[in-house]
């Protein structure tokens, strides 16, 4: 509260999901944050999304993935942007995670003759399990049919799609062609993303609505 201008109830959450006996650990934390170009409001940001950040090694754990996406050669305001978009970032293996998603996705960006471009919106990937996750979800798409320029076209403007379980993935799929949406079309990975963004009541209740004004 003092720090970041929390409110109580706000305070409370957050302190359900970290420990800590003194300050040393999160002020060395937050030191570490504004050396680096991280305003007060972009650090209460990301703690309130991800309290337990806070207490993280920040010489172990903290500045290692600060220098790897520095070493990409990015700007500092994409950097900043990247962990405020997905904070948990912070908590991911560099090596078997972060590192591994960003050569993927990279190469599989530039094998589709794609420029990686800005990477803000591509934040939570690096939060995303590669093998359990995306790869798994990519390669449901391939196996519809679904080109891989589209491919790419959805992890560009709408990577949170294939944040999820195969199986629940494969099944959005599935019912996105049941509709009559064909793989090879571009309407496919709009459909997809539609279909993954709600739950199967909030479906219903849109479909309800739309046939008081059309058919089936």
């Not at 720090?3 to 650990?25: H, I, M």
């Not at 790897?68 to 950097?79: H, I, N």
């Not at 942007?81 to 960006?109: D, H, M, V, W």
Request: charged residues 25%; proline residues 6%.
């Amino acid at each position: 509260m003092n720090t970041w201008g929390f409110s109580p109830e706000k305070a409370l959450s957050a302190s359900k999901y970290v420990n800590f006996d003194s300050t040393e650990k999160p002020d060395s934390v937050v030191a570490m944050w504004k050396s680096h170009g991280f305003t007060v409001e972009q650090i209460a940001h990301m703690v309130k999304r991800s309290p337990p950040i806070i207490v993280c090694d920040p010489q172990k754990t903290i500045l290692p993935k600060i220098e790897f996406f520095r070493s990409l050669g990015m700007p500092e305001s994409d950097m900043v942007s990247i962990f405020c978009g997905a904070p948990n970032t912070f908590k991911r293996s560099l090596e078997k995670q972060i590192i591994p998603s960003y050569n993927y996705i990279k190469s599989l960006f530039e094998s589709n003759g794609k420029s990686f471009g800005s990477m803000k919106r591509l934040a939570e990937i690096f939060c995303c399990d590669l093998q359990f996750q995306l790869l798994p979800n990519i390669e449901v798409l391939r196996e519809a049919g679904v080109l891989e320029s589209k491919i790419v076209e959805l992890l560009q403007t709408q990577p949170r799609t294939l944040m999820v379980g195969r199986e629940r993935f494969k099944k959005v799929v599935e019912e996105v062609k049941e509709l009559g949406f064909r793989p090879s079309t571009p309407k496919f990975i709009v459909a997809v993303h539609a279909m993954r963004s709600m739950n199967k009541l909030t479906w219903e209740k849109k479909v309800a609505l739309y046939k008081k004004w059309w058919s089936e």
